[in-house]
């Protein structure tokens, strides 16, 4: 049964994702920093970063479930790996995706590895929540000015890992039923945030608990001129994109990847054998980028459904910048994607 | 404080399966040594040949459902939790009827059905694991405790500190059991940390800290036995320091001798731990030492029995290349 028009933010969704998954299955459990609002007060409820990613979890769960944890990432995450082979479901958050360089061991040798290396007779439900992203635009309240350690996208590199799964949600619903997902897999999933679409975007959200498969693109806008295929907040960019070019006659379909790993080629090559282009959108820097990584597949599969060379619109090669003035210039826009597919008609 | 005196003594059951488990180790690094040193290619292997005592001593005051984290010399470990030896030898030898389907070897040998989690060879890595099983035991309400072994070397590793600390604020149900073998590849001891005694640092994070000779089974077991009491009734962790020595390089291919002196190696196998195990078991007359010739030609035939086992298994089939890079939906 589908609840009508009951919006909810992304972030609001994921939590929701959680708390329903956990009413369901005593064996989930969340440890983090802060989740618990600082643990033993009286009256625990979560502050500052985390309040709107974990409000009311710890009021229903207690602190036996949500488990907050001191400044140790490598502990807590490999804490989650332990506990994923050892019968619980642990959903770990990883505040910032900055911060895997400390546990960068515990996710790409320990978890991703762990069930291919026990010859498949090893568990791993494990999720890794985290945030990635800049916030141009926004105030250093709001999570945007916080620099080159602290606004990352650098999904890449957990993608290159095999064992790993990774989605990037983009809207309220998709990341609820991917949320949902992630907890129910028997494998290692990271979940990505965005910031910007975090507190930001709101849409409809059923209220029952429901699934979207992941390592499935989703085709959110037809068109038959230019794939645009976009990642996270990037979709956002390829559809602002997509209207500014249909007032010029130019008609975009629009490629929301939403799995990073496994990766769906199938619809990316699907979409480029109808539209005969293909543009990739993605705010990570471009050395060995996802964007590189899709287009370097659509080179090696579909070539012949080409008019013309692949486009790859990302940030620059450069960590992200404090000033707000540079900061807003860093990851591609609507404009900078439009700039694209002019170039690319031009070939 | 060095914890010297056995008391009560363990029982006969308990005893027999303390010298079948040491001469069961022993008997499986030696032969694997010599299989490997005449051209096994079985990639890198660590033998615990000489720290039986404190794999086996520490097992021995776990139940058979509790849990153990292991490091990269892990085999002691294995064997001493319950871990059958027929797979683990066909493991090495990469043949599917291994551990772990010939796709682990010897540094990822894992069995959960007897509370094996994990060979692990990013040293330290196991102690965060260990938090992990602990947390499991602590929501589950399973009573199971964790022992979870790590190395002098690996004490260095901030993964460590952050597991001590955990440990330690959340009381959770584990028994760490530092196994100082004085090198960590050829680095000294004295050179890589600061203090005599790592079992020291346990009061830094607040828990008990023991240290015990981990050539001596018998007094292993003893300060196990009271850490793991102190798990299961919900006190916390407490950390172990085991002075105990290899007697072979750091791995296969390592010549000890290129960084410590024979007459320390010496010094060391004058203590042996099966040796010194039949010595006080015989003459305080708790087992005789028929009984115990017994268990050796036993285990002999046992690791006979496995070789055999390995040689005759199956390679895995060439598709196991990408079977189980994911976890299969349920």
């Given amino acids: ?179 949902i997902s992630a907890i129910r897999d028997d494998g290692p999933v990271v979940v990505l945030e965005n910031k910007f679409l975090g507190l930001g975007s709101r849409s409809h959200v059923p209220e029952e608990a429901y699934t979207l498969p992941i390592g499935k693109a989703e085709i959110v806008r037809s068109g038959r001129d230019v794939t645009l295929c976009g990642i996270g907040r990037m979709t956002r960019m390829c559809l602002d994109a997509a209207d500014a070019l249909a007032a010029e006659g130019i008609e975009a379909e629009v490629v929301d990847v939403l799995t990073l790993a496994p990766l769906d ?54 960590p992200v910048p404090f000033a707000a003035v540079l900061e807003q210039i860093y990851a591609p826009s609507s404009a900078t994607i439009v700039a694209a597919v002019h170039e690319q008609r031009r070939w | 404080m060095v914890a010297t005196e056995v008391r009560p003594t363990p029982t006969r059951e308990r005893l027999l399966f303390m010298y079948d488990r040491m001469t069961l180790i022993r008997e499986f690094e030696e032969r694997l040594k010599r299989l490997v040193d005449t051209g096994l290619p079985i990639g890198a292997a660590h033998y615990y040949s000489g720290e039986e005592a404190v794999a086996v001593g520490t097992c021995a005051a776990l139940e058979p459902n509790d849990w153990i984290s292991s490091t990269h010399r892990g085999h002691g470990h294995c064997i001493a939790k ?75 590793i901030g993964a460590v500190h952050e597991s001590l600390n955990l440990a330690a604020i959340w009381k959770l149900p584990i028994v760490f059991v530092c196994e100082n073998n004085r090198y960590a590849q050829s680095t000294p001891v004295e050179y890589a940390i600061a203090i005599e005694n790592i079992a020291d640092r346990a009061q830094g994070y607040g828990m008990p800290g023991v240290v015990v000779d981990g050539q001596d089974c018998l007094a292993v077991y003893e300060v196990a036995r009271v850490a793991v009491q102190r798990a299961r009734r919900g006190e916390g962790p407490t950390l172990i320091e085991c002075k105990t020595y290899r007697y072979h390089g750091h791995a296969s291919s390592d010549d000890p001798r290129r960084y410590r002196t024979a007459e320390e190696e010496q010094y060391y196998r004058d203590r042996d731990c099966i040796k010194r195990f039949r010595e006080q078991v015989t003459g305080r007359g708790l087992l005789s030492a028929a009984e115990l010739d017994q268990i050796d030609a036993r285990n002999s035939a046992l690791i006979d029995e496995a070789i055999k086992f390995a040689e005759e298994s199956p390679l895995p089939d060439l598709a196991e290349l990408t079977t189980d890079v994911y976890v299969p939906e349920r």
């Fill in chain 2, 82 to 156: 319950g871990v059958d030896v027929r797979p683990m030898m066909a493991e090495l030898y990469g043949k599917v009827t291994g551990t772990n389907r010939g796709k682990g070897g010897s540094m990822h040998i894992t069995d959960i059905s007897v509370g094996m989690i994990g060979v692990n060879p990013i040293l330290g890595m196991g102690t965060t694991h260990a938090i992990g099983s602990g947390l499991s035991a602590k929501v589950l309400k399973n009573g199971r405790v964790t022992a979870s072994f790590y190395g002098e070397g690996a004490s260095s």
């Fill in chain 1, 265 to 318: 080629e199938d619809t990316i090559l699907e979409s480029v054998s109808r539209t005969h282009k293909l543009i990739v959108v993605d705010e990570d820097t471009p050395t060995a980028s996802m964007a590189r990584d899709i287009a370097g597949r659509v080179a090696d599969r579909g070539f012949g459904d080409l008019d013309a060379p692949i486009k790859t619109v990302t940030s620059p090669e450069a």
């Fill in chain 1, 1 to 179: 049964m589908v609840t009508t028009s009951r919006e909810l933010t992304f972030t609001q969704a994921i939590l929701e994702a959680i708390r329903l998954e956990m009413r369901r299955d005593p064996t989930i459990i969340m440890l983090g920093e802060d989740v618990a609002g600082g643990a033993g007060r009286e009256k625990p409820e979560p502050e500052g970063w985390f309040a709107a990613r974990g409000r009311g979890l710890i009021a229903e769960f207690g602190p036996e479930r949500i488990i907050d944890c001191p400044i140790a990432e490598m502990g807590f995450v490999g804490a989650g790996v332990g506990a994923a082979m050892t019968g619980l479901r642990p959903i770990v958050d990883l505040s910032f995706i900055d911060l895997i360089g400390v546990c960068y061991d515990q996710i790409i040798n320990q978890a991703a590895k762990m069930h291919y290396m026990m010859g498949g007779k090893v568990p791993m439900p494990l999720v890794i929540r985290t945030t990635y992203g800049s916030r141009p635009g926004s105030t250093q309240k709001h999570g945007g000015g916080a620099a080159a350690q602290h606004s990352q996208t650098i999904y890449s590199v957990l993608a290159h890992i095999s064992g790993l799964k990774v989605v990037v949600p983009t809207t309220p619903y998709n990341a609820k039923g991917l949320m």
